[in-house]
């Protein structure tokens, strides 16, 4: 289910909004798993030039650091999240907004989807399993950064609305890609996945 293109390109949007509480959305939690391939070191011996690499991996966990040190915060035991679908990034502990990190991700799904749905345009009851191309893209702009484009499966399921119209949403999304970024300023090529993974209630026909 690709949706438009967000860039927050204002880096002060990744403030701390400290104390404030999660409203009622479409809250993923997102678990990244890549692996970089960077080269660490340059060396002439004789008339051998040597060059060696090394294998990081960054999980969501590194991503965080990196966030904390970018806005001067602690997110020990925090979550990174998304919230309705790519509106907005979030580190969040429990309920509670740590900070808005929207500044710092692009989000881009590029094409068309390939899809399996059942979808009830009266109530809003749908169940929908496609495929489809993303790039999600991180800078700390403290030379960490990474942009990784790949296939997608999602699977999406909407209760009927109530007569409040709204509906509870679940959403997975596993994404596997590969691409290039940075770790303290040094090129590295990336390869992995990103999951997705959620649930809130959200006013009918939202997504």
Known sequence: MPFKTLFVSNLLA???????????DLVQTINIHL??????????????H???????????KE???????ATSNDFKNATLV??????????????????DGSGFFTDDGFSQDVIDQNFDSSTGKDFYHGFWLR????????GNSFS???????????????????????DLENFSGS????????????NGSIMLSGKGSVPKDTF
């Open 14 to 24: 990744a403030c701390l909004c400290a104390g404030s509480i999660a409203h009622a």
């Open 35 to 48: 692996t970089a391939h960077v080269t660490t070191s340059n060396s002439t011996n004789g008339t051998t």
């Open 50 to 60: 040597i060059e060696k690499m090394k294998i990081v991996r960054i999980s969501t």
């Open 63 to 69: 991503v965080l650091n990196m966030l904390a040190a």
């Open 82 to 99: 998304t919230v309705n679908r790519g509106q907005a990034y979030q580190v969040r502990r429990g309920t509670n907004v740590l900070a």
């Open 135 to 142: 790039t999600l893209g991180f800078d700390d702009h403290r």
């Open 148 to 170: 990784v484009s790949g296939f997608v499966e999602e699977r999406l399921l909407g209760s009927s609305a109530d007569t409040q119209g709204m509906q509870v949403v679940s």
């Open 179 to 190: 691409g290039t970024g940075t770790l303290n300023g040094d090129f590295v090529l990336l």
